[in-house]
């Protein structure tokens, strides 16, 4: 059993950290001098803080799955939305820094959040530490998206 646990906690950090190091190596491949060139909101972190943040988030969300995955109401359906809510999540990185696309990315932000919110409704359901996992990186989101517009409207 503890094996098990294990295991399936090394995959769900496999497949969660896959979205980070994606976009990860588009952000480095694409981001400059494209998005240092951009006219950016006064509300704009500067770059160091993101690299931790979504380091953190990232386990967060590595926890969060794994807790509803080792849960005795645990359904598929929500796991394969959080597996459908990853790819969003990588491809945002891949449309912003890799197309420069910050249209699409907004919108792909807006989907985004409306599944972390699916995900925190279903995780609230069946167990409670998944639910307060998953509400740092709404707040995240919502937050990604504000800087988001902010940028299509400033450029």
């Not at 993101?50 to 005795?72: D, E, G, R």
């Not at 459908?84 to 959040?113: D, E, K, P, R, Y």
């Not at 925190?120 to 409670?128: A, E, P, S």
């Amino acid at each position: 059993m503890l094996k098990n646990k294990f295991i399936s906690f090394f995959l769900f950090l496999i497949i969660t950290y896959s979205a980070s190091f994606i976009g990860g190596m588009v952000t480095i491949s694409f981001k400059e001098p494209w998005y240092s060139e951009l006219v950016k909101s006064n509300f704009n972190p500067p770059d160091w803080v993101f690299a931790p943040v979504w380091t953190t988030l990232y386990l967060m969300m590595t926890l969060a799955i794994w807790f509803f995955w080792n849960s005795k109401n645990r359904d598929m359906n929500t796991v394969n939305i959080y597996f459908i809510h990853i790819i969003f999540n990588t491809t945002w990185s891949i449309v912003f820094f890799g197309l420069h696309q910050i249209f699409l990315a907004f919108l792909i932000l807006i989907i985004l959040i409306s599944l972390i919110t699916v995900l925190i409704i279903r995780f609230k359901r069946v167990n409670f530490v998944s639910y307060c996992l998953m509400i740092p990186y709404l707040l995240w989101c919502c937050y990604a998206l504000f800087l988001n517009f902010k940028l299509l409207i400033l450029n």
